[in-house]
């Protein structure tokens, strides 16, 4: 999927790929492989870009993200594809921010749906049950907001980056 991030000053398109268990980002002509886990519900994540390890926090902040990285606070603002094609289409870019994206944090099988489309939500609300490992692990929700989108179905087998529930 591809994405416009504006931050400190500056404007990078970006692309992620996911390709079974893997994970590369790529800006311009950098290919750089990545592994996110959010860590226990939290809006912590563990990333590790091209194996250097980092510690970012993730905060939704009136339609933009506020991110934590080395004790340095950055606000962003990030477009998803279909956002840009609507700020391109109406020339608005102010209002196409697009919500989360829950992501599948590892591959598994998707055991339950606690939402709907329309359903509102509220960070840390457990929104799906995902089995992996024989283990059930519960998804929560990161922002406050409604469900607009449920892109998987019980049942269905899910890999690790895997876009499940947009929220706005």
Known sequence: MKYKVDIADESIELEVRHSGDATDVVIGDRVLTADVVRIAGSPVYSLVLDGRSYEVSVHRRGGKFELVLGGETYEADVMDERAMRIAEATGDAGH?????????????????????????????????????????????????????????????????????????
């Open 96 to 168: 196409a921010q697009s919500g989360e994206t829950v992501a599948a944090p590892m591959p598994g099988v998707v055991v339950g749906l606690a939402v709907e489309v329309g359903a509102e939500v509220s960070v840390g609300q457990g929104i799906l049950t995902l089995e992996a490992m024989k283990m059930e692990n519960e998804i929560k929700s990161g922002v406050d907001g409604v469900v607009k989108e449920i892109r998987i179905k019980v049942g269905q087998g899910v890999a690790q980056g895997e876009p499940l529930i947009v929220i706005e």
